[in-house]
């Protein structure tokens, strides 16, 4: 068997066609949203993600605010720069970018967010929304964390059954791991799952169990492929730079081995799964919030 791919890119493509007919709709109407972002330090990777975030924007017609600043940036500067984009009336929606250099308090930044311009739904009080199961449909609707929505989204746009079925998240981390186990047990998507990390005792047991895969630890190639269940869905979130190529360009490998190909049914590709569905959802949030507001 081959897997089918799990397409990140077109999928993204497709999401972003539809977010420029709801764009322009705003234009009609004198709105234009903004994306912001805050990119504090030098780290490659994470400057390459925000300038993909850019240039997805740019595609369906939202404005970019970028504000960067330099690693040795205190607590405070930070702080300060959230408090500013809070204010801006042009920042429709914005995120940090995570990591924060070392020594940063990154969860009293996330709770600076103003939870009203919270694109990434990493604010408490939009991570409490997503417990409660808050109707998405509703003025206090939460924004969602954009790596499980777009999972979400990569799974159902493929015609991947979720309800009903039991998923193996590998990873507890915050931006995918957690939350991605809150919504893929709401009503309606209705999934069973089971949410490993690094102390747990037989990951293989666990994994193997699974209709649906998801691996988002950052530890290269670690899903084997008689792990797999035949004919499984297996997502590969995580990234790990593991040395660089001739030409000097980052050699990549994702948390999955290439030979699961051979017994999954469906995998995500590492670039061109899961991220650039990253990117698609969290434009999606920020139109969302346009949407909105504007009543
Ligand atoms: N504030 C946030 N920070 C981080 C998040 C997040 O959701 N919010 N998640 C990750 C990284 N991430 C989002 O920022 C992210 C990861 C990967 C991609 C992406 O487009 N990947 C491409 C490859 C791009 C490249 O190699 O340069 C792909 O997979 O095809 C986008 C966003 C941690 N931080």
Redesign the pocket.
């Known amino acids: 068997m081959t897997a089918q791919k799990l397409d990140?890119v077109a999928t993204a493509a497709a999401i972003k066609d539809e977010l420029r007919v709801r764009v322009a709709a705003l234009a009609e109407r004198g709105i234009v949203p903004g994306l912001g972002t805050l990119l504090v330090g030098d780290d490659p990777a994470s400057r390459?993600?925000v300038t993909?975030k850019h240039r997805d924007c740019a595609e369906v017609g939202v404005a970019s605010i970028s504000v960067e600043l330099p690693a040795t940036a205190t607590q405070e500067e930070i702080a300060d720069a959230v408090r500013g984009m809070n204010a801006d009336p042009a920042v429709t929606g914005f995120?940090?970018?995570?990591p924060l250099p070392k020594g940063v308090d990154e969860n009293a930044i996330l709770e600076l967010v103003d939870p009203a311009k919270d694109a990434?739904g990493l604010h408490p009080t939009n991570l409490g929304r997503l417990v409660l199961g808050v109707d998405p449909r509703t003025a206090v609707a939460a924004p969602l964390p954009?790596?499980p929505a777009g999972i979400i989204e990569l799974l159902t746009r493929h015609g991947v059954e979720i309800a009903g079925k039991h998923v193996t998240v590998i990873g507890r981390g915050i931006?995918v791991g957690r939350p991605l186990g809150l919504l893929l047990t709401r009503k309606g998507t209705d999934a069973t799952v089971t949410l490993t990390h690094s102390r747990t005792p037989d990951l293989a047991a666990e994994v193997s169990r699974a209709d649906i895969v998801v691996a988002a630890v950052g530890q290269p190639h670690l899903v084997q492929s008689e792990w797999i269940k035949p004919g499984a869905a297996v997502l590969d979130v995580g990234v790990t730079r593991v040395g660089t190529t001739e030409s000097g360009k980052a050699k990549?490998a994702g948390d999955v081995d290439p030979a699961v190909a051979e017994v999954a049914g469906w995998l995500s590709p590492?670039?061109?799964?899961?991220?650039?569905m990253?990117?698609a959802l969290l434009v999606a949030n920020v139109v969302e919030t346009a949407e909105r507001l504007a009543g």
């Not at 590492?270 to 650039?276: A, E, L, S, T, W």
Request: hydrophobic residues 25%; contains cysteine.
């Open positions: 990140g390459s993600y993909g995120i940090v970018q995570l990434d954009c790596t931006t990549l590492n670039p061109g799964g899961v991220g650039p990253t990117r």
